[in-house]
Each structure stands twice: as C-alpha cells, then as structure tokens.
C-alpha cells in the first residue's frame, strides 16, 4: 500500500498538484489588480465600460471553452465515423438531462457574485478586497452547517472568529481617510464656470470630454475620468459578494454529492455556463442597463484591461470546480494567504496604497486563520451520502445449516421458481434418488441407504 501511495509521486499528475498553487496565485493575483485598474484607469474615448456586459462576456468565454473540451471528451469514447450532429446531441442529453436543472441555482449565485465584485473593486483596493473576502471562509462554513449536517470543531470557529477580527481591523476607518473624504465634499462644487475655466481645467486633466454645458455633464466627465472610491459600497458590494459565493459553493458541492451518476466535471461547468449566461443577459445587460448601453454601445470602453479582467476571470471561474474538496485544501490556503501578500505589494507599486497600522494587523490575522482553516467539505460529503444508502447485504448472512428444510437463496439459480407442493412421502428428504443434483446444503441420499435403513414407505406397507 505504501509503494502505491509513492508511485504518483513522481508522475506528472503529482507535480501538477504541487504547482497549481502558483497556477492559482496568479489567477487570483492577476484578477483583482487587473478588475481594480480597469476600474480606475483613464477611460478610453471618455466613457467607461458597463461592467453589466464585463459579466455577459465572462459567462460567454467559459461557455465557449467548456463545450470545446466537452466535445473533445464525447469525441474520444465515439467512433471516429460518428458525424458532428451525434456528438452535438450527445452532449446536449448529457448536459440537460438529470439533475442538471438544479445547477441553475448556484450559476445564479455566482453571477450575482461576479456582479458584485465589480461594484467592490470599483470602490475598495485590490488589497482591503482581497483580505474582506475571505469573509467567504464563514460564509461556506456556516452553510455547511446547515445543509451537510458538519460538525464545525472548536478550533475552526476560533479560527473564524480572527477572521472576522482581522476583517474588521482592515476595515476600520483611520483619521487620513476621513480628512480625504472631507476634503472631497469641499471641493466638489467647484465646477468650471466659464468655457476659459474649463480649458484650463482640460489641461491638468486631459481625460476630460465635455458633454454638456451643464454642471450635470461636467461633473460626470470629472467622476469618469477621475472615479471617486465609496468605502461604504465597497464594503457592502464585498459582503454580498461573499455570501453569494459561499452559497453557490456549498450548493454546487452539494449537488455533486447527491448525484445519482458520475458526471464529467466538464459538463458541469457547462450546465454552469449555460444557467449563468441567461441572468446575466437579461438581468444584467437587458433590464438593467439596456438603455445605457443603447446609447452608448456594447463595447464602449473597452480596451486591453477590460478584455484581460475577462479571460482571467473566466479562466478562474472554470478552475475553481476542480478544487473542490479537502484534497486541494493545502492548495488554496497556500494560493489564497500569497495571493493577499501580492496583491497588497501590487496595490501600493500601481495604485499607491498606504497600508496603516490596523490594515497590516488585520491583514496578518486573516494571513494566520485562511491558512489553518480547515475545509472538510469531501470526505463529510462522501459520508453523508453513504449513510443516505442502505448497507451492503452479506451472503454468508443468508446460509442455513444443512439441516434445515428451506433451501439457501445461494443455491437457488436466480430464473429459477420454488413451488412448494403438499408434503407427500414421495416427496420427503429421504425418498427418492433422481440424476438431478441437490442443493448443496443437503445430503444426497440414495435408494439404497433408504432401503436398507428401514422407514420407507414401502416397507411400512
């Protein structure tokens, strides 16, 4: 058994296990530097990206690369004559049939998770979001409290408790900040009032586009070109955000669990995809900011850091289902804890942030509880669904001794019907001797003994 356990070791599954917490790092680096900025970067033409449609594309790219890879599956198990269409419905009776309908709930959630952490990033630093949403740790345990029946040790809970301290303390408003916002406030209304003032405003701020002649349109050339951080949204947005997240996590996890067939992790991220496209096209794009992107376009905005936030967010969100359970558990701590540390030294180089005092301790209580929480989602899982099955019937339960009259299910053929007939002498355990054997729980006795023994029913007559 232990040269088993070796044996992976050294082979390239191994070593991709050992390195994908590099492989997450970035993702999870990447994305939050990346969201951030393009939130706060100079726009291009003068308008912003909707980030409505940032979410649409997402859902659209892991859409496409999910269904490439889906399809290559079914194509290996298929012979290599079996046309395009076949494969194509194949693929469409795996995805849609099933429990596949109940995934519409966490691809649900985790739109409105992506939503939400566009509004976060747009208002908080890539660094105090980064820390705040860990948050998402008690959210996932909480709710595995509460559907998978988990008993959460005490070690976990204060764990959680210096998470939620840790939080707290980066959250925690400072004097600097305050005399920023105040700042702020009074020297908001000063607006240009003639068109000499607003040359001379377009030259210390080149990004400007006047739209209007009314204060109205100045100040929305000023908040674009130079966005305005509300902490409060941001924080709430991040909140949100994680209780979103953990839900559909735990779901998903759940459903997996509950599953009465294996399914390819790659069709579910279809299913995923394929749930999560519709809120976000509807909800998101149509209902919410129709008439803005009618005006505007679908693709105002955009530039090479819009489309970057896209493809790595989509890229996360695809990886994500496979680092489900307490075997990667190790692995995303590792990921999540260097992830923090980048994205703060990431903050303070691109965006200039000043850490205070209370951001560096927190920062570090969170660094302590992600990295020593424990996550026992897969084996408890795996428990609770084998408890839901009746145990495994035992044959040598059913074996009778040889002395007694009913036959063992063992020996029966199983197409084979028992008919007990009236008990007449010709049909005792001591009569007669045919050619067909007996079951292997009685002696076979034959004519002879039986004559010679006496008790027959011709020698009682």
């Not at 991709?16 to 706060?40: E, G, P």
């Not at 030259?203 to 739209?211: A, E, F, G, S, V």
């Not at 839901?388 to 009259?405: A, G, H, L, N, V």
Request: net charge positive; glycine share 8%; with cysteine.
């Amino acid at each position: 058994m232990g040269g088993t356990a070796k044996q992976p070791a050294s082979g390239p599954g191994a070593m991709l296990r050992q390195s994908s917490w590099i492989l997450l790092t970035a993702q999870y680096t990447a994305f939050v530097l990346l969201l951030h900025y393009s939130r706060v970067m100079p726009p291009t033409n003068g308008k912003r990206y909707i980030a409505s449609t940032a979410v649409f594309f997402n859902e659209v790219i892991k859409l496409a690369i999910s269904l490439t890879i889906a399809l290559y599956e079914v194509s290996k198990s298929a012979p290599p004559t079996v046309p395009a269409t076949s494969l194509l419905s194949s693929l469409t009776a795996a995805v849609f049939s099933g429990d596949s309908w109940k995934l519409a709930i966490p691809a649900g959630l985790y739109t409105l998770s992506n939503s939400l952490q566009y509004v976060a990033l747009s208002n908080l630093q890539a660094a105090t979001f980064q820390v705040t949403y860990q948050l998402k740790l008690v959210v996932t345990a909480v709710c595995g409290l509460i559907l998978f029946k988990r008993t959460v040790p005490l070690r976990k809970w204060g764990l959680l408790l210096l998470l939620l301290v840790g939080i707290a303390l980066v959250q925690m408003p400072d004097g600097t900040s305050e005399q920023a916002a105040l700042e702020d406030k009074t020297t908001h209304p000063a607006f240009p009032r003639s068109l000499e003032e607003w040359k001379a405003v377009k030259l210390d701020r080149p990004n400007l586009h006047k739209r209007s002649a009314t204060y109205e349109g100045i100040e929305e050339d000023i908040l674009t070109a130079f966005p305005r951080m509300n902490g409060t949204i941001g924080l709430l947005a991040a909140v949100g955000a994680c209780i979103a997240s953990g839900l559909a996590s735990i779901y998903f996890e759940k459903v997996i669990k509950d599953s009465a067939k294996t399914t390819s992790v790659w069709v579910r991220n279809v299913q995923l995809a394929v749930y999560s496209v519709f809120p976000a096209l509807f909800i998101g794009v149509i209902f919410l900011d129709g008439e803005t992107i009618a005006a505007n376009g679908f693709f105002e905005g955009y530039n090479w850091a819009v489309w970057s936030t896209i493809l790595v967010q989509a890229v996360g969100g695809i990886t994500s289902s496979f680092y489900l359970g307490s075997s990667y558990r190790d692995t995303k701590n590792v990921a999540t804890a260097t992830s923090i540390a980048l994205s703060t030294l990431g903050s303070i180089w691109l965006f200039e942030f000043e850490p205070t005092g209370n951001f560096l301790l927190g920062t570090f209580a969170v660094l302590v509880a992600t990295y020593l929480c424990e996550d026992s989602s897969l084996g408890l899982g795996q428990a609770t669904r084998q408890t839901s099955r009746p145990p495994p019937i035992r044959i040598d339960s059913y074996e009778k001794d040889s002395r007694s009259d009913e036959v063992s299910p063992v020996s029966s053929p199983p197409n084979e019907i028992s008919i007990k007939l009236p008990g007449t002498p010709f049909l005792s355990d001591a009569g007669l001797s045919t050619s067909r054997p007996t079951s292997p729980g009685h002696p076979r006795i034959n004519s002879a003994r039986t004559a010679s023994g006496g008790g027959g029913y011709f020698d009682k007559h």
